[in-house]
């Protein structure tokens, strides 16, 4: 990747962010545990954490259908992490990433607020820091 200001590679990893999230619709904040994690059946192996989103939309006919998504994770604790960081989370990092980026290009960088942005947007993007 080229050489960016603070200011591009915040702008660039809210980007990604945002695209990313987008990409996987949002089930509806009004169903009962819209995003969590619960114990799934597998034939092989007895049970195993997945990770369960919901979402509401219309089908062909009009009426609203719930559609159940369902992810295995490696451990309990993955399920959960990925749970956590649903695409709400990623949308508000996207945002705080773009309010970091307008004062990075208003302000004199480095600066505290920037600098921890920075670090978020770079590791976003895959950046090696030392």
Request: net charge negative; aromatic share 6%.
């Amino acid at each position: 990747m080229p050489d960016l200001s603070p200011a591009e590679t915040l702008t660039t990893a809210a980007k990604l962010l945002r695209e990313r999230a987008t990409a996987i619709t949002a089930p509806d904040p009004g169903l009962d545990q819209p995003w969590h994690v619960e114990e799934c059946a597998d034939n092989e192996t007895g049970g195993c954490p997945c990770i369960v989103a919901y979402q509401q939309h219309d089908d062909s006919s009009g009426f609203g259908v719930t559609t159940r998504y369902v992810a295995d994770a490696e451990t309990p604790e993955f399920a959960q992490w990925i749970a956590l960081m649903n695409p709400g989370v990623g949308l508000a990092l996207a945002d705080w990433l773009d309010v970091a980026a307008a004062n990075a290009a208003a302000l004199t960088w480095p600066n505290q607020f920037i600098d921890s942005a920075l670090a978020v947007a770079r590791q976003i993007l895959g950046e090696v820091t030392e």
